[in-house]
């Protein structure tokens, strides 16, 4: 062809460019045509676009070739490109000529396949328009949680995957078999390793896989899921909540203003989003979440009792941004959260919850910082603090009032998407049915 590769631009640059002689390389999306005519839709990483090749264009011999042309079947197409309007994307290339580069076997995903098939061909559904502009909102949700945290002076920072001590209770630990011992687990959060390392660079921040072995099947459950955490030294209750609203706030910003057109095709009106940029998140302890569940819905739910996915969703009816809800039972919190020293029954402990029944996309609280409270806590739980020694050594070298939170990002990739099951704001995921392809 004579073209080298410095030539080739993405089909979205060539639409800008929008007349004139353009090159672009991508995947056949739709194909369809008579023994004169052939009409490709081509698509690369940027865009969909209408190609046209005429017999009397490119001659008998390149248009013969154009038979062996099949949904994706990967190709370089040089051509002129065109407004129109009854295109699909409203332009149109004259094709010149083309070359196949990987012809393609019967592509197994039509129209209308089960969630289960397309499950089992993940591995190809990721060339799907839907699943391509989940992935490039999740590619600025990361870049966004970095730039957030860097632009407020946070170090990274890193903790191990494999850990031998639970946090966030032992019922949803993967176990390890560690050169054959036992006691190893993934880890379920950072949480217990940050802790240690406020002291050292007392703002951190990190986005890492966490696991969670769920044992029941829902929309809002990954057992390996990406969780963005933090902890911060010196911290009040109220300062870890203002993070929380800052972060979620610069995430809708940033992809507002990046991915609008991807919103678009996976069904999200981006004007549902602005809420969340504009307003101030409404807050109310748990024990007013309670009453506003009653008077608003009759609900009446026994103090004491953990919020559950029914009343989530029904407080997410009342609302277009997040709820910050705190002061929530000791009971039903970790055992790490500071006890209210106002009311002893509740602890700084807080949730956002997603608009639209979406559910919690962040967990965070006020550390206890008394070390008698907390082993008290540990024993009931049944566990030994003997093996937190190095955890609760953060309590005995110049303790400090701190905090931090976790935010479950494919929950909120998949309330920033609209997506029906938080397996789609991942690329492969795992549940406990699925760890296949
Ligand atoms: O509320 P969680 O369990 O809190 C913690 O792990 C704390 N140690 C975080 C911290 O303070 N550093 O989890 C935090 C968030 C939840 O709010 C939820 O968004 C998400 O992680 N999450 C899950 N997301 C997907 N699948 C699961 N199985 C999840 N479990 C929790
Ligand atoms: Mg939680």
Known sequence: ???????????????????????????????????????????????????????????????????????????EI?????????????????????????????????????????????????????????????STVFGAIDEYFKGEEFYEYHSPTLQAVQCEGGSTLFDVDYYKQKGVFLAQTWQLYAEPAIFALEKIYTIAPSFRAEKSKTSRHLS????????????????????????????????????KEELKILGRDPKELEPTVKKKFPRMTYTDSLKLLDKKFGMKIKWGKDL???????????????????????????????EDPKDKKVVYGVDFIAPEGYGEIIGGS????????????????????????????????????????????ERVISWICKLDNIKDAIPFPRTMTRWTP
């Not at 990406?226 to 992809?255: C, N, R, T």
């Not at 009931?380 to 701190?402: A, C, N, Q, V, W």
Request: hydrophobic letters at 35%; aromatic letters at 10%.
């Open 224 to 259: 390996e899921y990406w969780h963005a955490e933090m902890e911060v030294a010196w911290a009040s209750f109220d300062d870890i909540i203002q993070y929380g609203e800052d972060l979620l706030k610069f995430i809708i910003k940033k992809v507002l203003a990046e991915r």
């Open 78 to 138: 040089f051509g002129q490109i065109k407004k129109d309007e009854r295109a699909p994307t409203g332009y149109e290339i004259s094709v010149d000529s083309f070359k196949v580069i990987g012809e393609s076997d019967t592509f197994p995903i039509s129209k209308d396949q089960s969630r289960e098939f397309l499950d089992d061909h993940r591995h190809l559904w990721l060339r799907s328009r839907k699943m391509t502009a989940m992935m490039k909102i999740r």
């Open 366 to 409: 006020e550390r206890e910082s008394d070390i008698k409270e907390i082993m008290k806590r540990l024993k009931d739980m049944g566990e030994k603090p003997s093996e937190y020694e190095f955890y609760l050594d953060t309590r005995r070298y110049g303790s400090i009032p701190h905090g931090g939170f976790g935010l479950g990002i």
């Open 1 to 75: 062809m004579g073209l080298s590769k410095m030539e080739f631009s993405s089909i979205k640059e060539s639409m800008k460019k929008g007349k004139g002689k353009v090159a672009v390389r991508g995947w056949v999306y739709r194909e369809r045509g008579s023994n004169k005519l052939k009409f490709i839709v081509l698509r690369d990483s940027s865009e969909i676009i209408q190609c046209v090749i005429e017999k009397s264009k490119v001659g008998e011999k390149m248009f013969k070739t154009a038979d062996a042309v099949q949904i994706e079947t990967s190709m």
């Open 308 to 338: 559950r996915t029914i009343e989530e969703d029904r407080l997410s009816e009342l609302y277009d941004t997040p709820i910050i809800v705190t002061h929530y039972p000791k009971e039903v919190k970790a055992f790490y959260m500071k």
